[in-house]
C-alpha cells in the first residue's frame, strides 16, 4: 500500500547491486511512493547489468560513479540535478566493502593497504558525497541524508573485521556532517542500523546463517527485512521526520536493546 509520501521529492540512491540490495528495495518503495532519483554505483558493479531492469521499473536514469572519486561524485550530482530538473531532497549511501573481509583476512593480520580501502569505500565516502552535495549546492533546505550502519559499530562481532571500525567511522560522519547541513541548509543527517540482512555484502562475513538466526531470535520483533528497512528509509526521506538528524537509529526488532529473549532461553535448554 502507498501513501504518496514522497510525491514531488527527488533524490540519488547509491548501492542497488541486485534485487537482494537493501538499496534495491529502498528505491522500489520511493518509487511507489511517488520519489524520482536516479540511481548509481560502481562502474564495476554496473557490469552486471542487473541495476538496468531496476531503473526501468521505476523511470530512473542510471548514473555509473565510484563513490570514493571526487570527480565521478561531482559528475553524479551535477547530472543528476540536470537529469531530475532541480535540486535534492534526499541521498541514500548503501555501501560497504572490506578487502580483508572478501580475501578472508584474519583480524590479527590485517592488510593495512586494504583497511585505507574499506575505510574509505565504507565511511570517507559518506562524507565526500556530501562534501560534493554541499559545494555543488546541490541539496534542497530541509533535505534527508542517510547511510546504512550496523551494530559492530558499538559492539564487537567475530568476522566483521575492519567493517566494525569503518562503520564507527561512518556514524561519526552523520552526526558531525549533519551538525553543519543542518546549520547551513536545514538538511538532516542519519544512519540506519540494520538487522543482518541476506544480501550480497552481509552473506561475504563469515558464519552468516548462524548470526542472522541468533540475532533473530534475540529481537523481540524478530529481523527487520531489507524490505522494512527501504520502508523505513523513506519514512526518513519524508516530511515527516524533519527534526531528526545526527542519529543513529536502530532498526533491528529490539536486538539492541534485548539483553536475553525467551528464544535464547529455549535454544539452550535444547
Ligand atoms: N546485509 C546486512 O546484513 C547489513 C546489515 C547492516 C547494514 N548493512 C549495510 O547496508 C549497506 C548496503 O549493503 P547490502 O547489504 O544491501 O549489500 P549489497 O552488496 O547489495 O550493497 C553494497 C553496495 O556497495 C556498492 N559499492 C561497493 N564499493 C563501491 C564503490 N567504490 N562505489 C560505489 N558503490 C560501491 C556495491 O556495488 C553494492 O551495490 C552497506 O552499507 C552495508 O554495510 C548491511
Known sequence: MAYNLLKGKKGIIFGALNESSIAWKTAEVIHAEGGEFVLTNAPIAMRMGEINALAEKC??????????????????????METLGGKLDFILHSIGMSPNVRKGKDYGDLNYDWMLKTMDVSAISFHKVMQTAEKLDAMNEWGSIIALTYIAAQRTYPDYSDMAQAKAMLESIARSYGARFGEKKHVRVNTIS??????????GVGGFDVFLD???????????TAEECANYIAVMFSDFTRKVTMQNLMHDGGFSTSGITDRIVEQFNK
Open 59 to 80: 523511470g530512473a536514469e542510471v548514473i555509473p560513479a565510484d563513490a570514493t572519486s571526487m570527480e565521478d561524485l561531482e559528475n553524479l550530482i551535477s547530472k543528476s
Open 194 to 203: 540494520q538487522s543482518p540482512t541476506m544480501t550480497t555484502a552481509g552473506s
Open 214 to 224: 541468533f540475532a533473530d531470535k534475540m529481537s523481540p520483533l524478530g529481523n527487520a
